[in-house]
């Protein structure tokens, strides 16, 4: 069964880029049609997806974050991972990796807190 695993800094200061890591067990970040996404979540704002890279590689990300987002991934790690840049507070969330054909492959998420 395929399993994600999120990891990272859970305090980032103001200004600062946050970076996370997304590994994947039991499966693999090339499998051909599956998409490995990003997602975070507030109280206030609920899910936001943030973007995604297929298993070719190809990127996507959300309009509203795109100038500040960049997704990765690391085949020989079999991780994938999220950087986002010029972070304030607004940005701390629970922050998600989920991936498969339909979403169907969750990790646990992560809390970040953006704070000085």
């Known amino acids: 069964q395929v399993q994600l695993e999120e990891s990272g800094p859970g305090l980032v200061k103001p200004s600062q880029t946050l970076s996370l890591t997304c590994t994947v067990s039991?499966?693999?970040?090339?499998?051909?049609?599956?998409?490995w996404d990003w997602i975070r979540h507030t109280p206030e704002k609920g899910l936001e997806w943030m973007g995604a890279?297929?298993?070719?590689?190809?990127?996507y990300y959300s309009p509203s974050l795109k100038s500040r987002t960049s997704i990765a991934r690391d085949t020989s790690k079999n991780q994938f991972t999220l950087q986002l840049s010029s972070v304030t507070p607004e940005d701390t969330a629970v922050y998600y990796c989920?991936?498969?054909?339909?979403?169907?492959?969750w990790g646990q998420g992560t809390q970040v807190t953006v704070s000085s």
């Open positions: 890279i297929s298993t070719r590689g190809i990127t």
């Open positions: 039991g499966g693999s970040v090339t499998t051909t049609n599956y998409a």
């Open positions: 989920d991936g498969g054909v339909a979403d169907e492959y």
